[in-house]
Nanobody, 120 residues
């Protein structure tokens, strides 16, 4: 079993910054991609940013130029630096990891979510 523990959410004024962290632990042979998704009430969960095992990032158009995703391979941790936050960034943010088990099978895991609230 694998656990993803997120931290760093909170309340911030528009234009401010927050940094989210997500640490994976448990039965991990290796981690493929890691990413951040967000969800607001009544809407589907959407990709915010993802990063491959070799560090190639991918961003949603809405956050390009404002958010930066990074990862520490040795710590099985992914970060999301969020700058120039806007009211519409308000959401629950979820960490995702595509983990390879020792038997070679890949599984998707999710964190419990961390709330980000941007006041206008």
């Amino acid at each position: 079993q694998v656990q993803l523990v997120e931290s760093g959410g909170g309340l911030v004024q528009a234009g401010g910054s927050l940094r989210l962290s997500c640490a994976a632990s448990g039965s991990i042979f290796s981690i493929n991609a890691m990413g951040w998704y967000r969800q607001t009430p009544g809407k589907q969960r959407e990709l915010v940013a993802a990063i491959t095992s070799i560090g190639v990032p991918n961003y949603a158009d809405a956050v390009k130029g404002r958010f930066t995703i990074s990862r520490d391979i040795a710590k099985n941790t992914v970060y999301l630096q969020m700058n120039s936050l806007k009211f519409e960034d308000t959401a629950d943010y979820y960490c995702n990891a595509n983990v390879r088990a020792r038997d070679g099978t890949y599984y998707d895991y999710w964190g419990q979510g961390t709330q980000v609230t941007v006041s206008s």
